[in-house]
């Protein structure tokens, strides 16, 4: 049976085929899922920030796109995962507001996505996929056992990574 | 900077008192904008870990309009108004004077006007706290969404969360009396600036 795990914000997780793990609404967050295919160990993690320099000491790593990828990919080593295997997706970071206010908050989701792409370029990690920015909120539930992400969303319907 | 955890009950009670006077004063002006009697119920003051934030709301995954406005001043945050799509819908017909049930989706002025009276709610709401603690407070310009709320409120949170854990919002539930309208007026005030409400409102040591 494959246990459905719930991922909230600033939340990050690790699970094994056949587990799903699921986030709900991500707006300016993003989701950033990485896959061992071999081993089928797969961590998701809902980040609201991009950098922990952004933040006071002892935070949550969860929190944020640079600590969240370092932990997870910690994590998942520590199982057996191997590096060089493991592949990245990233969904979400949208503009949720239309506006015509200059208030840089608004644009959080684009520096969501770029920290992300910016940390696993610098840890060498593969991004396969991303459904990423425009205007509107996505859930996802991210498969262990294929590796595959479907995104649902309720202005453009369903999608599958 | 205050753990919103710490707050005693009178700064809870002054602070939800605070809310009833400010969501006193949009309902008025949302009644004047419609020309509708509008019922408002008593606030909800909750203090919430991030992760559950989202949960203060009733149907977190349905198509609501949300209209969101950072404020300044003397008490910063930010304010989420949320509608369900369907009474944003029949909001609309009322402001432009057509027959509820006849916009069936919202055109960019139709977004224009619900822009609008979420600021002009807004700074009802902000005058009445305003003159309580006698200080200016701005709203900006406002934003629309219309998708889940729990996805706008994610906006919010990382505002707030970039500093704390903890989450303060003040909730206040309001109808129009055929119940074409229902609505909820959430303030998130920054917890950096409730020092100084507490001590204007004379109940920092209390």
Same mark, same amino acid.
């Given at each position: ?7 909230? #914000? ?21 989701? #950033? ?57 990233? #969904? ?70 | ?14 602070? /939800? ?40 709301? /009733? ?56 822009? +609008? ?55 206040? +539930?309001?109808? +129009?009396?055929?119940? /074409? ?17 507490? +001590? ?7």
């Amino acid at each position: 049976m494959s246990e459905v795990v719930n991922v909230e #914000i600033a939340e990050m997780k690790i699970g094994h085929n056949p587990d799903v793990l699921v986030t709900s609404a991500l707006g300016s967050c993003i989701g #950033i899922t990485l896959y061992d295919p071999a081993l089928k160990i797969g961590g998701l993690a809902h980040i609201m920030l991009p950098e922990t320099k952004m933040a006071k000491e002892g935070a949550n790593p969860a929190k944020f796109a640079d600590t969240a990828i370092e932990a997870m990919l910690e994590g998942m080593i520590k199982l057996g995962a191997k590096h060089s295997r493991i592949e990245a997706k990233i #969904i979400g970071g949208a503009r949720m507001f239309s506006s015509a206010s200059s208030n840089p908050l608004l644009d959080i989701g684009t520096r969501n996505v770029a920290a992300a792409k910016h940390v696993l370029h610098r840890k060498r990690i593969r991004l396969v996929a991303e459904d990423t920015g425009e205007d509107y909120a996505r859930c996802i539930e991210f498969s262990c056992f294929s590796g595959k992400v479907k995104v649902r969303s309720l202005k453009r319907g369903e999608k599958e990574l | 900077l205050i753990d919103v955890r710490n707050l005693t009950s009178l700064q809870v009670d002054a602070l /939800k008192e605070v809310g009833n006077i400010g969501a006193g004063h949009a309902a008025t002006s949302l009644s004047q904008l419609v020309g509708k009697e509008i019922m408002i119920k008593a606030p909800r003051l909750n203090i919430l870990p991030l992760k559950e934030v989202q949960r203060v709301i /009733k149907d977190p995954q349905a198509l609501m309009v949300g209209i969101y406005l950072s404020l300044e001043g003397n008490l910063s945050g930010s304010v989420l108004l949320l509608f369900p799509y369907d009474d944003a819908l029949s909001l609309v017909d009322m402001l432009m004077g057509r027959n509820v049930g006849s916009t069936k989706a919202l055109s960019p002025l139709d977004e224009s006007a619900l822009k +609008e009276v979420g600021s002009i709610l807004t700074c009802s709401y902000l005058n009445a706290i305003a003159q309580l603690i006698g200080a200016p407070l701005i709203p900006s310009v406002p934003g629309l969404a219309f998708d889940m709320a729990e996805a706008m409120i994610d906006l919010i949170l990382i505002e707030l969360g970039e500093a704390v854990d903890y989450v303060l919002v003040i909730e206040t +539930e309001f109808t +129009e009396a055929s119940r /074409k309208i229902t609505g909820e007026f959430m303030l998130f005030p920054n917890p950096g600036s409730l020092q100084a409400v507490l +001590e204007t409102l004379g109940v920092s040591n209390l």
